[in-house]
């Protein structure tokens, strides 16, 4: 389709209204969230340091790289993600060892294993998901219960 002289040859048809109102809506909203994101940011990068006094030995994944507010992905040397994700519910605490889609597998995310990770460690990695409502006293409560389990589970405890 070619628009007319008066489009200047440009797609031909009545604009869309409701979708350029939409997307002024939608930059409007994700340009308000900006501070959130920043929030969020502290609060993720929080948790990780405390998770590193607990687990020296821990890794962020990702943590040298630009990376999304809201979520973490941390190792538990010599505790496997499974047995992670279990404990954490049992406390009432969600998190994941892999991404929603492929949740219910028992097996590494194929995500760290393309990032070149070796699979005992990719075995120990759990993802821990912020949002808009949570408080430090969440954070300071899945620390505290992931603490619990690295030294109930883990072999590296002590040498931590």
Known sequence: MVGGGQEMGRRSGTENVAGIAGFGEA????ASELEQFAELTTMRNRMEEQLEEVAPSRKVIGSDVPRLPNTSCVT???VRSDTQVMALDLAGISVSAGSACSSGKVSASHVLDAMGMELDEAMTAIRISL???TTEDEINRFVETWSLIFKRNSS???AA
């Open 76 to 78: 538990m040397p010599g």
């Open 131 to 133: 949002g808009r409502s």
């Open 156 to 158: 590296h405890a002590s």
């Open 27 to 30: 930059a409007r909203l994700a």
